[in-house]
Every structure is written in structure tokens, then in C-alpha cells.
């Protein structure tokens, strides 16, 4: 019996076998689907923060007083961070670094704002004006940044301007109420997105009206960050470590038990790739799971085809087919579910991802995740065959004859 022969033998036992068959291929589908969402959606979660550190800058270095050991993802101390303190003369120190082109510092303060007749909490950067602009990607889209000298005024995030306070828009020229004290807006940032660095919802002003908002929640002279830009020529990751050298110095503590974080852009990239590497393989077992029921229902499928059809194998084998060609007859009607199955859902977990675009929801199905799902389904297919392929070739002629 020839290969094409085979094929054609497959597909005329499947079609009298039509829901039985077209179940057994929905499993698969389903599988295949699943595979292609799931790390899709970790692909595209990949690609978005690979998008958003680009925009980061890879020349920015932000120093945090939160230490956390081993990183984030990097085990059980990664729980535990340590809560340090960054002063002014850390910003001085560091910027005297070879390397070090700018060294520009913040402050943050959790306080409440109101406008109009809505009041809410609102986190509030207080940041020198003519440094921190080069350490960030944000544009104006309305009016202007913070200038030197400025005294009560405002910078807001998109976010702040049309959803914060409702139906009232704060625009250029609005009156905020922050801590208490009446700031005028200078000017709107345009939406950025962004999950690293100054976001939708932040409210800049100067540095003076920072502290001065924090009041007692600072000591002297502290701030709560550090923001450098490296200079032109200079690595980056080693500036990063003559900068964790010369403030683990200042601090007088020991390079493995800082209190301080240096962030880089690759410390980022490192620490997000760790965590979505562990959620790519544990989406890609989950669906393999479906992978796995579907293989089984190819088992059951080819175990009762092969029941209902002893007797035609009888006849088969009294005709002269031996045992591997029937044996490779199942095979290949068994890789053919998988191949069909493996097919629909591929198109059909193409076109879940291209639904969840459009409902926001990013997801990147790559080219090789697509082929091994493929691949996967024609080899479960084959795989589920298998062992009632092997049964069928090992019943006697005779026997299969007389079988009711």
C-alpha cells in the first residue's frame, strides 16, 4: 500500500466517523490555541518592557535608598528589602564620579491634592528643574517643564490632567491645592504609558517646594533619589559600580549588604527577563497540559477505531498487507487529527491574539512558538496513534476475521 493510498484510506474512515473525529480535533485545537495565547501574552509583556527601557534611556542610572538583596525574583531575601537613607551629599559625591555627566535629585512625597471640588491622594515629585528633563523620556504637550527659580507652580501627567479629577480637565493654568498650599500649572506632559520612570499620574514642582511639602517626613538634607546620566564614551555598568563603590564607601558598608540599590537599565532587563522567563515556562506547561488531554483523546479515538474495524483489518491482512504497513495506516490517520487539529489552532490562536489587540490587551505569538505548536500537535497526533497502531498490527488474521 502506497503512502498516497494511505492518506486517502485515513481520510475516508475519518469522515464516517465525523463528530468522533471532529472532537478528538477540537482537543487539539484547544491545545494549540492555548499554547500560542499564553506565551503570547508573556512575549508581548517582554516586548511592551523592552519598548518602555528604551525609552528609559541607557544612559540613566537611578539610585533608590530601598536595597533589595539578590535583585527582584532573586529568592527569598528579594522579600526582605532594607530601607536606607540618601542624603544631598550623596547627589555631590557621585557627581565628582569620572563618568558621571549629571547627578540630579528627587524627592517624593504622598500628599493631598484637590481641584475643583474633588480632593485625592497624590504621589508628588519634587525635582531640580534644570537637571531632571535630561534624565527622563517625557514631553510637554501643553505649556512648559519646570524652569530654575520657579516657586509654586506645577508640572501634571496626562493621567493627573483627564481622569483624576473627572469631568473637570486640569489644564495650563489651572489652580491645585497640594499640601495645603495653591500651585498654578505650567504645563501637561504628554501620555507616556510608561512603567519605568515618571508615569501618567505624576505631579512635578521644584525641588524647594518638594522639601517643603515633605516637611518632618525627611531628615535634613535627605532625598529620596538620585537620578544620573552617564556621559557620552562611558559604560554604563561601570560607572553603576564606581557609583555603588563610592556610596557604599560614604555609608560605610559593606558592598554585599548596601543600603541602596544602583538601577540600571540592565538591572531591569535582567530582573523582568528572570520573572517573565519563569512565567513563559509555567504558561507553556499549563497549556501543554491541553496538549497533553488532547493526545489522550487521540488515544481513545484510534483505540475504538481500532475496535469497530478488526474485522476490516482481517481483510486487509488477507490481501496481502502486513503488519507495518496496517500499523503505519493508524499512524498516519492518527497524524492527521494532529495535523488538522494543529492547524485550526494555530489560525485560531492567531486570531484570539489579533482580538485582544483590539480590546488592548498586547500579545506577541512569535514564529518558532507557532512552528512547535504545530509540530507538537503532528507529534501527539503520531504519538497517540501509536500504541493502537501497534495493537491493530498485532492481531492474527484469523482471529480479526472472525471478530463481530
Do not use: C
Amino acid at each position: 500500500m502506497k503512502t498516497d493510498d494511505m492518506v486517502s484510506y485515513s481520510l475516508r474512515n475519518l469522515r464516517h466517523q465525523k463528530v468522533r473525529t471532529w472532537l478528538t480535533i477540537i482537543g487539539i485545537v484547544v491545545g494549540v490555541a492555548a499554547v500560542i495565547v499564553l506565551v503570547g501574552l508573556a512575549d508581548g509583556l517582554r516586548n511592551s518592557v523592552s519598548d518602555q527601557l528604551a525609552a528609559f534611556g541607557p544612559k540613566t542610572i537611578i539610585i533608590s535608598p530601598v536595597s533589595i538583596s539578590g535583585g527582584i525574583g532573586g529568592g527569598p531575601t528579594s522579600l526582605r528589602p532594607t530601607l536606607g537613607k540618601l542624603f544631598e551629599r550623596d547627589a555631590d559625591r557621585i557627581s565628582r564620579i569620572e563618568g558621571v555627566q549629571l547627578a540630579t535629585r528627587t524627592v517624593m512625597v504622598n500628599t493631598d491634592m484637590k481641584f475643583g471640588d474633588r480632593r485625592v491622594s497624590a504621589s508628588v515629585m519634587g525635582v531640580d528643574p534644570d537637571g531632571f528633563s535630561e534624565t527622563t523620556s517625557i514631553k510637554v504637550s501643553q505649556g512648559r517643564f519646570l524652569q530654575p527659580g520657579d516657586k509654586r507652580v506645577a508640572v501634571v501627567g496626562s493621567g493627573i490632567a483627564t481622569d483624576t479629577f473627572g469631568d473637570d480637565e486640569v489644564r495650563v493654568n489651572s489652580i491645585l491645592e497640594i499640601g495645603g498650599q495653591k500651585y498654578r500649572v505650567v504645563g501637561v506632559l504628554e501620555e507616556s504609558g510608561a512603567s519605568f520612570g515618571p508615569g501618567d499620574s505624576s505631579v512635578f514642582v521644584s525641588y524647594e517646594d518638594g522639601r517643603e511639602l515633605a516637611g518632618n517626613s525627611l531628615a535634613p538634607r535627605e532625598v529620596s533619589g538620585i537620578r544620573v546620566i552617564v556621559g557620552e564614551g562611558f559604560d554604563t555598568e561601570e560607572v553603576a559600580g564606581r557609583i555603588e563603590y563610592a556610596l557604599a564607601s560614604q555609608h560605610k558598608v559593606p558592598l554585599d549588604d548596601e543600603d541602596f540599590t544602583v538601577i540600571t537599565p540592565k538591572f531591569i532587563a535582567d530582573q523582568v527577563n528572570s520573572i517573565l522567563g519563569t512565567l513563559t515556562l509555567f504558561l507553556g506547561a499549563v497549556s501543554g497540559i491541553a496538549l497533553v488531554v488532547g493526545g489522550v483523546g487521540i488515544s481513545n479515538t484510534m483505540f475504538v477505531s481500532v475496535m469497530e474495524r478488526t474485522k476490516e483489518i482481517g481483510v486487509l491482512k488477507s490481501v496481502g498487507a502486513e503488519n507495518w504497513q496496517i500499523e503505519r495506516l493508524f499512524i498516519v490517520e492518527a497524524a492527521m487529527i494532529g495535523l488538522v487539529g494543529g492547524a485550526m489552532g494555530v489560525l485560531f490562536g492567531i486570531g484570539v491574539v489579533s482580538l485582544m489587540g483590539l480590546f488592548g490587551i498586547y500579545a506577541a505569538p512569535s514564529l518558532p512558538t507557532i512552528f512547535i505548536s504545530f509540530m507538537i500537535a503532528m507529534g501527539v497526533g503520531m504519538a497517540g496513534g501509536f500504541i493502537p497502531a501497534r495493537n491493530a498490527a498485532k492481531i492474527p488474521a484469523v482471529e480479526a476475521m472472525r471478530y463481530d
